[in-house]
């Protein structure tokens, strides 16, 4: 399997969204993110740029109390977020890959329930280095995530 990684820095909230705005703008259907970060990352940030460029007919949120959030738009992002869950086998329930399919997955906290998750995916890891500033490293999962990540250089 292909493996290619992107580290880029955002030096605010906007950054962070326009990165998340150029990330949509390569989505398409089918597509899987898995985002990683400790709490205020910038995790929902990056989604809500996505949700951007995918003209979302709604602001994204946070989708940490409903497990997951689903926004209609270019594509349907199906945003979910594992915090709250206590055992990974809670997620087999939700069948995310079926039920995203036709979208754009995106799923915070996937190491909650790693088994569950796609194989391939662009995982992206969120490190916040100051109050405004993120270091963001994305790792392509397979050939379309190199693609994508391609896409963004």
Known sequence: MSEATLVLQTTSAEATKALGARI????????????????????????QGIGGALEAAEPVKSPTFVLMNEYHGRLTIYHA?????????????????????????????????????????????????????????????????AELLAGLR
Do not use: C, F
């Open 24 to 47: 949509g703008a390569l989505l398409r259907a089918g597509d899987v993110l898995l985002l990683q970060g400790d709490l205020g990352s910038g995790k929902t940030t990056l989604t």
């Open 81 to 145: 977020d594992l915090y709250r869950l206590n055992d990974p086998g809670e997620v087999v329930d939700l069948a995310l890959e079926d039920v995203a399919s036709d979208g754009v997955l995106i799923v915070e906290w996937p190491d909650r329930a790693p088994r569950e998750m796609s194989p391939e995916h662009l995982h992206v890891q969120l490190e916040e280095v100051s109050d405004d500033e993120r270091s963001i490293t994305m790792t392509a999962h397979g050939e379309r995530y």
